[in-house]
């Protein structure tokens, strides 16, 4: 069983950087497709970025594309965050499914098999 443990968030000033951790046990991440989702108070949980382990292949919603970067090292999965905005404001998770596609999890075509608890992160002045 697979178990995810989310770290980092934080109050951050707009503009900041902020870099959050999903340590993953009990299971190799090898073949896992990996994810983080984001929700805001009062709306949905969505698909932030994803990243496979069969083959490399990554997915960023649009309002993160070239402000955040997902990442692993080992049973380590990261997301660098970069120009936070207030609308970045959210409790963040981690997420993982055996042998899917990057759309596939962070479209929510397919339930994640594994999440972590999440972690608040603020962007506020």
């Known amino acids: 069983h697979l178990q995810l443990q989310e770290s980092g968030g934080a109050l951050v000033q707009p503009g900041g950087s902020l870099r959050l951790s999903c340590a993953a046990s009990?299971?190799?991440?090898?073949?896992?497709?990996l994810g983080w989702f984001r929700q805001a108070p009062g709306k949905e949980r969505v698909g932030v970025t994803c990243?496979?382990?069969?083959?490399?292949t990554t997915y960023y919603a649009n309002s993160v594309k070239g402000r955040f970067t997902i990442s692993r090292d080992n049973n380590t999965v990261y997301l660098q965050m970069n120009a936070l905005v207030p609308e970045d404001t959210a409790v963040y998770y981690c997420?993982?499914?055996?042998?899917?596609?990057?759309?596939?999890?962070?479209?929510?075509?397919?339930?994640?098999?594994?999440w972590g608890q999440g972690t608040q992160v603020i962007v506020s002045s």
């Open positions: 990243m496979s382990n069969n083959d490399g």
């Open positions: 997420a993982a499914i055996w042998l899917a596609t990057v759309q596939a999890l962070c479209l929510k075509i397919v339930p994640a098999g594994s």
């Open positions: 009990g299971l190799p991440l090898d073949h896992y497709t």
